[in-house]
């Protein structure tokens, strides 16, 4: 406080040497009052003193003298979570892929291998494949002759006996009448290949439809041979 009375008082002297004439200009007066008080008067070479030693403990700023243990940490948290994340990911995907794929008995029923040298010529061997019935028919010479002389013109559900099979001597179908699903009788009928007798169906020595209710032909599934003696349906 003193050193403000002291300042006003040092320029009170330089305003008393100021002419009266500028004085009295009012203007000028107002802008000599204006700078008077409104200087402002900062002591910043004062030194603040420290009480950082006084402080307590627990209200000291913490400071950090190396940040890796608290990396090292957020590190490993997001490492350990990442390869849980990925083996629960994994566990998934086997469970998914295990219940899409079929069991081994389902496998098993899928194809079916049958040794060929076991079917004499001119019989017709019935087996289980899928849940119905499998016909593996070692045709006669006869029967592939009757079989491809016939005019697919004629027949209701046109199919060459060349496309039916892929050897002569094998016909392979589906043993379900395509009526309504009974199983036809096989020699018998007006053409000498199966015979339905539930609603009298008829099919010739290729498995074709020629006579009864029945729309289309005997369904042919997909085999292989392998060598000469082995055949793989499915």
Known sequence: MNHVIWHRLYLSKYIARVPKVLLNDSLLLQSWRMMFYRSRFAHTDLKVP??????????????????????????SVAGGGCVVALYSAKSVVIQLLSSLSIT???????????????IPEGRNVTFKWRGKPLFVNHRTAEEVEMARRVDISTLRDPQRDED?????????????????????IHGSGDFGGFYCPCHGSHYDTSGRTRKGPAPTNLEVPSYQFVGEDLLIVG
Do not use: M
């Not at 081994?104 to 076991?118: C, F, G, M, P, R």
């Not at 039916?164 to 036809?184: A, F, Y």
């Open 104 to 118: 081994a008995d389902q496998l098993a029923l899928a194809t079916i291998e049958i040794k060929l040298s076991d």
């Open 164 to 184: 039916r099979v892929e050897r002569p001597e094998w016909l392979i179908v589906i043993g379900v009448c395509t009526h309504l699903g009974c199983i036809p």
């Open 50 to 75: 420290d009480f950082s030693e006084y402080r307590r403990r627990s209200n000291k700023p913490r400071v950090r003298t190396c940040d890796a243990p608290r990396k090292l940490l957020t590190y």
